[in-house]
Every structure is written in structure tokens, then in C-alpha cells.
Nanobody
Framework: QVQLVESGGGLVQAGGSLRVSCAAS????????MGWFRQAPGKEREFVAAISRNGGSTDYADSVQGRFTISRDNAKNTVSLRMNSLKPDDTAVYYCAAGAGNFYSGHSTSREYDYWGQGTQVTVSS
């Protein structure tokens, strides 16, 4: 069982930056690829970014490409999402997730992840 706890959400003005982090309670963190998803009110959960087990590969949704950066620290069992140039449309609950499968076989849908955090709210004001 892997427990994931997000932190770092909050309120920020449009154009600003925010960093959300996720701490994992497992000794085998490096065996999981990690992802960030988000869900806005009235909308389905959507993929934001993912990173491979060793951090060598990353992938982003088109809507955040060039603005968001995902990173991980396997020594600290953490994964982070740096968000720049935030827009009101980025307002959502952000969830981190861990996948035990093969990153290169798929990492952009919810069903490819085995563990989820409880989420952290990010609100971008206009």
C-alpha cells in the first residue's frame, strides 16, 4: 500500500506561479512512475503531467506544456509540479498518483495508476 499526500496548493493571481508537492510513504518509490491529474468543478479528471521511475522521461498535457514542470526526488520520496504563468482555467483540485506498470506503455489515463492522493486545491484568480 502506498499513501500519497499532496501539499502546496493555494490561491494565486493569474500569471503567477505555484509549486505543489506529493510525499509518498513507501520504500519502493523509485519503482513507480508518477503523475499529476486535476479536476475542476463539473469536469472530469484530466491528465496534467507524468514522470518515469528514474525521472528521465516526462510528458505533459498540451494545455500545460511549456508552463508546468514535473520533477521527482527518489531519495526523498517526493514528486513536485512547478506551475508557471497560471491561468484561471488551471483552477482545480490537483491529485498525484503512482503507477506500478510501465510508463512507456501508458501514463495519461486514470486507469494506469494504482494509488492516489487526496488532492490539493489550486485556485487562480483573474
Amino acid at each position: 500500500q502506498v499513501q500519497l499526500v499532496e501539499s502546496g496548493g493555494g490561491l494565486v493571481q493569474a500569471g503567477g506561479s505555484l509549486r505543489v508537492s506529493c510525499a509518498a510513504s513507501t520504500r519502493t518509490f523509485s519503482t513507480y512512475f508518477m503523475g499529476w491529474f486535476r479536476q475542476a468543478p463539473g469536469k472530469e479528471r484530466e491528465f496534467v503531467a507524468a514522470i518515469s521511475r528514474n525521472g528521465g522521461s516526462t510528458d505533459y498535457a498540451d494545455s500545460v506544456q511549456g508552463r508546468f514542470t514535473i520533477s521527482r526526488d527518489n531519495a526523498k520520496n517526493t514528486v513536485s509540479l512547478r506551475m508557471n504563468s497560471l491561468k484561471p482555467d488551471d483552477t482545480a483540485v490537483y491529485y498525484c498518483a503512482a503507477g506500478a506498470g510501465n510508463f512507456y506503455s501508458g501514463h495519461s489515463t486514470s486507469r494506469e495508476y494504482d494509488y492516489w492522493g487526496q488532492g490539493t486545491q489550486v485556485t487562480v484568480s483573474s
